[in-house]
């Protein structure tokens, strides 16, 4: 039986352990602040995207990983015969899962391409466990099976501070963006389906801050999660709570704090913070 190996695009939130343990190789994505494009986790780090796109004159501009980059990539883990699981973010956000699948007909090697439908920690908890699916010897449809039943207990929530980025990024008109700063509008979304949904819409912070008494009540009154991470773009005061929240829920449960990848933080905007988990 050939070996499966794992590739994944560098949007996945994965800790510098696993990507060691499991052998995971990461195809970046680019993002150009002021004419300087930089590759994520090779010319930039999550902790140093968020104060240069705070200091520049225009939203940065995302990119995904170019076809040629996925084709050696798969071509290079396939010249020991090995098979690769290919791994990226929801669709409905980027163009990845095409590019990867373009890339899998033009390499000699054989890929399967699988769409997350998730980003961040949350596609993070589906790589963990398909490596561990195929480190004791299960099949690449085994790992995928592996990966959708983690999708179906899992959760993503994430509260916007401020709608700055999403006008500039052209997500909702400047009108809306205009009305939505002056009342101090803030965000609550959900990643479910592949998709995001806006799931609450508030003025200032104790609105959000209600919203997420409201996800922890739903957190306890559920499934005891396996794995749960915080994501941010400099939410610091807002990862504090959040992680106190879960404490209090869950002592034991260790928390996965990271600064979010550059690609997500643009989208996002300054002051975003993520809560992803998934249960038993």
């Known amino acids: 039986m050939s070996k499966v190996k794992i590739v994944c695009d560098s949007s996945a939130g994965l800790t510098e352990e696993d990507i060691k343990k499991y ?14 494009i930089y590759v994520e986790r090779e010319t930039i780090s999550n902790d140093e995207f968020p104060q240069l ?19 050696d ?13 290919c791994v990226t973010m929801m669709e409905s956000i980027s163009g990845t ?3 990867a699948e373009q890339a899998a007909t033009m390499s000699k090697t054989k890929v399967t391409v699988y769409d997350s ?12 466990e398909a490596a561990k699916v195929l480190e004791a010897g ?24 401020n709608l700055d980025n999403l006008v500039a990024g052209g997500r909702i008109s400047k009108f809306a963006g205009a009305l939505s700063s002056l009342l101090n509008i803030k965000v609550m979304l959900q990643v479910a389906g592949g998709q995001i949904h806006i799931i609450m819409k508030g003025r200032g912070t104790k609105a959000i801050h209600k919203e997420w008494d409201r996800i922890l009540k739903e957190m306890a009154d559920g499934p005891k999660p396996v794995k749960v ?12 709570r959040l992680m106190s929240g879960v404490e209090k829920i869950y002592p034991d449960q260790k928390i996965t704090v990271r600064e979010t990848v550059p690609i997500i933080a643009t989208h996002t905007g300054m002051g975003a913070c993520c809560l992803l988990y998934y249960t038993e």
């Open 23 to 36: 052998n995971i190789t990461i195809v970046p994505l680019t993002v150009m602040i002021d004419g300087t």
């Open 53 to 71: 796109m705070k200091n520049a004159k225009s939203l940065p501009k995302t990119s995904q990983p170019p076809i040629g980059k996925f084709v």
């Open 73 to 85: 990539a798969f071509d290079k883990l396939g010249e020991d015969g090995s098979e690769v699981l």
């Open 97 to 99: 899962v095409h590019a």
């Open 117 to 128: 439908q998730t980003t961040d920690q949350g596609m993070a908890f589906q790589i963990v």
């Open 138 to 161: 299960g099949s690449v449809d085994d790992a995928v099976a592996k990966m959708k039943d983690v999708l179906a207990k899992s959760k993503l929530y994430l509260a916007i501070d």
């Open 229 to 240: 991470g915080i994501s941010h773009v400099e939410g610091n005061k807002e990862v504090e």
